[in-house]
């Protein structure tokens, strides 16, 4: 409900608002916030009901702001009759937070004897593990560790990628560490360090020590490291390049001739630059074919929003030249010396061939007529049959029918500004919502990391 009109449950605040809107009122009747405020009043309801409504609008808001301020005052001194009643309860002892939830900080009351109270903070740590719960724990843990590494994706005795190996269990109540029996072959993080591996793999142990409070487990997980490739040719190639780095002072390494009694041949492959070109051609004539397309297309547009632009001077030139006494023809030689010199004025363009056609002897008749068949627009065409008309039937009033014309041309020139302002706001959208989208990423990424990391 608007602030001041109809029914209100909060009538009985309505002379102490009146009055505090008249203390106020005297005050700030001036200020540029009130002028505001009664232009958009008068906006709405006129000028007749724009002080009345406002007068309104201003008690109401003070009714409303004395309500919430009473409400405030009343649960304030409720809550303080609660806790005079209650009085200061006695602290004999703390519980500790739950195992896991972290460390809690406490503020208490502190007297000593007769003294002055004092407000004094503790640290309060969670509660730590009994030793059958940490043992209970460690086997959980250890059962779940067994498992994934027994039951993983990858073959113990066949590793050929990194593997994952988790940092906590059980929630993060248990923490693991990795060591490595190698660390030239696969690092403490399952990062196979070594490449290329021997070809009949070789062997590590990673050892995972279980910590849950004061208690800690040892476990042992063998794995054999083997190549990434076992084919024929991966063989190979590890071979080849085991002997370059053996001769790396050679000017060159010769190729293998044979593997496992095969023949072997080696070949350079061609170059595929031609398949390139044959590719790009047609996709490059395809892409030309849509720009010219396009350009064409926005041209045309141009032209037609440069004309629709140009209009209401135009007829209003026109207006004025033949008010002046002047035939049509001379007004159309007149406008084709003063108007504008830019070569991509389309309104000069046509009004130059026009001229040139009565040059060569064509009527005026048919040259309005081209004129306006020319332009394509509804408004041209509607010049030139004014144009025409006047020299068929030599009817007066041509002058004010062109003012009319030229007072509608430029209301039509507003609702298309309009229009365009309209779309301009419209493709500003879409770069707004990506601006969105990038401050969300923004402002989420870092707190999602933060909240992995409790």
Same mark, same amino acid.
């Not at 279980?210 to 063998?222: A, H, I, V």
């Given at each position: 409900? %608007?602030?001041?009109?109809?029914?209100?449950?909060?009538?009985?605040?309505?002379?102490?608002?009146?009055?505090?809107?008249?203390?106020?009122?005297?005050?700030? %009747?001036?200020?540029?916030?009130?002028?505001?405020?009664?232009?958009?009043?008068?906006?709405?309801?006129?000028?007749?009901?724009?002080?009345?409504?406002?007068?309104?609008?201003?008690?109401?808001?003070?009714?409303?702001?004395?309500?919430?301020?009473?409400?405030?005052?009343?649960?304030?001194? $409720?809550?303080?009759?609660?806790?005079?009643?209650?009085?200061?309860?006695?602290?004999?002892?703390?519980?500790?937070?739950?195992?896991?939830? $972290?460390?809690?900080?406490?503020?208490?009351?502190?007297?000593?004897?007769?003294?002055?109270?004092?407000?004094?903070?503790?640290?309060?740590?969670?509660?730590?593990?009994?030793?059958?719960?940490?043992?209970?724990?460690?086997?959980?843990?250890?059962?779940?560790?067994?498992?994934?590494?027994?039951?993983?994706?990858?073959?113990?005795?066949?590793?050929?990628?990194?593997?994952?190996?988790?940092?906590?269990?059980?929630? $993060?109540?248990?923490?693991?560490?990795?060591?490595?029996?190698?660390?030239?072959?696969?690092?403490?993080?399952?990062?196979?360090?070594?490449?290329?591996?021997?070809?009949?793999?070789?062997?590590?142990?990673?050892?995972?020590? =279980?910590?849950?409070?004061?208690?800690?487990?040892?476990?042992?997980?063998?794995?054999?490291?083997?190549?990434?490739?076992?084919?024929?040719?991966?063989?190979?190639? %590890?071979?080849?390049? %085991?002997?370059?780095?053996?001769?790396?002072?050679?000017?060159?390494?010769?190729?293998?001739?044979?593997?496992?009694?095969?023949?072997?041949?080696?070949?350079?492959?061609?170059? =595929? #630059?031609?398949?390139?070109?044959?590719?790009?051609?047609?996709?490059?004539?395809?892409?030309?074919?849509?720009?010219?397309?396009?350009?064409?297309?926005?041209?045309?547009?141009?032209?037609?929003?440069?004309?629709?632009?140009?209009?209401? #001077?135009?007829?209003?030139?026109?207006?004025?030249?033949? $008010?002046?006494?002047?035939?049509?023809?001379?007004?159309?030689?007149?406008?084709?010396?003063?108007?504008?010199?830019?070569?991509?004025?389309?309104?000069?363009?046509?009004?130059?061939?026009?001229?040139?056609?009565?040059?060569?002897?064509?009527?005026?008749?048919?040259?309005?007529?081209?004129?306006?068949?020319?332009?394509?627009?509804?408004?041209?065409?509607?010049?030139?049959?004014?144009?025409?008309?006047?020299?068929?039937?030599?009817?007066?009033?041509?002058?004010?029918?062109?003012?009319?014309?030229?007072?509608?041309?430029?209301?039509?020139?507003?609702?298309?500004?309009?229009?365009?302002?309209?779309?301009?706001?419209?493709?500003?959208?879409?770069?707004?919502?990506?601006?969105?989208?990038?401050?969300?990423?923004?402002?989420?990424?870092?707190?999602?990391?933060?909240?992995?990391?409790?």
């Amino acid at each position: 409900m %608007r602030p001041g009109t109809g029914a209100d449950p909060w009538d009985i605040l309505r002379k102490p608002a009146q009055w505090l809107w008249k203390k106020r009122e005297a005050k700030l %009747r001036h200020g540029s916030v009130a002028r505001k405020r009664m232009e958009a009043l008068t906006a709405l309801y006129g000028q007749v009901k724009a002080a009345e409504e406002y007068q309104r609008f201003q008690i109401g808001k003070y009714e409303r702001l004395l309500a919430l301020a009473l409400a405030g005052t009343a649960l304030s001194a $409720g809550l303080l009759g609660v806790s005079i009643a209650q009085g200061a309860k006695t602290v004999t002892a703390l519980e500790r937070p739950v195992t896991g939830e $972290g460390s809690q900080k406490l503020t208490l009351g502190l007297q000593i004897g007769d003294g002055p109270p004092a407000q004094v903070s503790l640290d309060m740590p969670e509660r730590a593990f009994r030793a059958e719960e940490e043992e209970w724990l460690l086997n959980e843990a250890q059962e779940r560790l067994t498992g994934q590494m027994e039951g993983a994706d990858w073959d113990p005795d066949a590793v050929s990628e990194d593997i994952s190996l988790p940092g906590q269990l059980c929630g $993060g109540l248990v923490e693991v560490s990795w060591q490595s029996s190698n660390y030239d072959l696969m690092d403490g993080a399952g990062q196979i360090r070594k490449d290329p591996v021997d070809e009949e793999g070789e062997t590590v142990t990673l050892t995972a020590r =279980l910590s849950c409070g004061d208690s800690e487990r040892m476990l042992t997980f063998p794995l054999r490291i083997v190549p990434k490739e076992t084919g024929a040719a991966a063989r190979i190639v %590890r071979d080849v390049e %085991r002997k370059m780095r053996k001769e790396g002072e050679a000017d060159s390494v010769g190729l293998p001739e044979e593997f496992d009694g095969q023949p072997l041949k080696w070949y350079e492959i061609p170059s =595929l #630059s031609f398949l390139w070109a044959a590719l790009l051609t047609p996709a490059g004539c395809l892409a030309l074919y849509a720009a010219w397309d396009r350009d064409l297309m926005e041209a045309g547009k141009k032209r037609t929003q440069n004309l629709l632009l140009a209009y209401p #001077s135009f007829l209003a030139r026109t207006a004025l030249l033949a $008010g002046t006494g002047m035939p049509l023809r001379t007004v159309f030689f007149r406008m084709a010396k003063t108007t504008g010199q830019r070569r991509d004025d389309p309104v000069r363009e046509e009004i130059l061939r026009a001229c040139r056609e009565m040059e060569s002897g064509k009527t005026q008749l048919e040259a309005f007529e081209n004129f306006g068949r020319r332009c394509g627009l509804p408004q041209y065409r509607k010049y030139a049959s004014l144009l025409s008309r006047n020299l068929q039937r030599g009817t007066s009033g041509l002058t004010e029918a062109l003012n009319r014309e030229a007072q509608n041309a430029f209301e039509e020139r507003k609702r298309y500004a309009k229009k365009r302002g309209e779309e301009a706001q419209t493709r500003l959208l879409a770069p707004m919502l990506m601006l969105l989208a990038v401050v969300m990423i923004l402002v989420l990424v870092p707190a999602c990391f933060s909240f992995g990391r409790i």
